[in-house]
């Protein structure tokens, strides 16, 4: 059981957590520091090194929570019974509009990042890829879908969604690209890899 | 990097499932994902978790393998599993 005092140091932990993901959607990680981070968490600058020493760690930490809801998504929209890729691609989906404007700024900036906090983003990746082919194998073999090479099947999907998240300000200015255009790209995506629309 | 993910406390996986739960001296509660560890839930060597996590990223990306086996280094080497340990 948890003392009052760790109680106190989770939740100042998600606060500025919290409100350093806010201030990434808002102005970007790069342009985002930790003395702005504490006081939008409304704690002292000393407070916010004592939970993360390095401004790295915060970002790690943003990330980190993406990843718990990716894990949580996919845990809750697919199942054993249900293997279809396109279940996947909803859940993934539903995360990215969840996360829609820190997630295009890590997107933008990922390569001036840290090397760490790109290779943790990369094993995300990394992760999808591996679920989205899981359910992709059994669309394979019931013929719905054709072959296709598991980095490649991953590669075009993150490819054509980060290019929609990136100029997001010409898709849909001052609304979520992923809420406006996602049934139309996921359509899209599932009649470009579908035997069934390619022998029509 | 304190321990804050709700992954695989070796390779950072997020969708894997948990396949052994260890207790360590300092009381931190480490999970494990069935990458990382044998069949008795006990976690595999470095070595061999960074080849695996080096193979995950080219398998599932296609990165170039040196690329891949920095990176792969980079992240295990910041997680809780490696970070006090190598």
């Known amino acids: ?200 | 990097m304190k321990k804050n993910y709700c992954g695989c406390d070796s390779c950072g996986t997020p969708v894997e499932t948990i396949n052994s739960i260890v207790e360590n001296h300092l009381e931190d509660i480490f999970h494990y994902c069935h990458h990382c560890t044998d069949s008795q839930g006990r976690l595999l060597p470095f070595e061999r978790i960074l080849e695996n996590t080096t193979k995950f990223y080219i398998d599932t990306q296609d990165l170039n393998p040196v690329a891949a086996k920095t990176m792969a280094k980079q992240m295990l080497l910041e997680m809780p599993a490696w970070k006090r340990n190598i």
């Not at chain 1, 894990?71 to 279809?84: E, M, P, Q, Y």
């Open chain 1, 1 to 200: 059981m948890k003392t009052t005092r760790q109680t106190q140091k989770t939740l100042t932990r998600k606060k500025l957590v919290t409100a350093a993901m806010k201030l990434f959607a808002k102005q970007g990680i790069i342009a985002t520091n930790t003395a702005a981070i504490a006081k939008s968490a409304g704690v002292s600058h000393g407070t916010l090194f004592l939970h993360f020493p390095c401004r790295d760690d915060i970002i790690f930490a943003v990330l980190s929570r993406f990843g718990r809801s990716l894990c949580t998504a996919f845990k809750l929209h697919t199942s054993k019974n249900i293997k279809s890729l396109k279940c996947v691609l909803k859940a993934h989906l539903r995360v990215i509009e969840e996360f829609e404007d820190f997630y295009t700024h890590l997107v933008m900036e990922i390569s001036l990042l840290a090397p760490k906090l790109k290779s943790f983003f990369f094993m995300l990746h990394a992760s999808v890829s591996y679920r989205m082919f899981v359910n992709a194998q059994q669309d394979m073999q019931e013929g719905k879908i054709r072959p296709i090479s598991r980095p490649l099947l991953f590669n075009t999907w993150i490819a054509l969604i980060h290019y929609y998240l990136v100029h997001k300000d010409i898709f849909s200015p001052k609304k979520s690209v992923i809420k406006e255009k996602s049934p139309e790209l996921l359509t899209h995506f599932m009649n470009l890899i579908s035997l069934e629309t390619r022998n029509n």
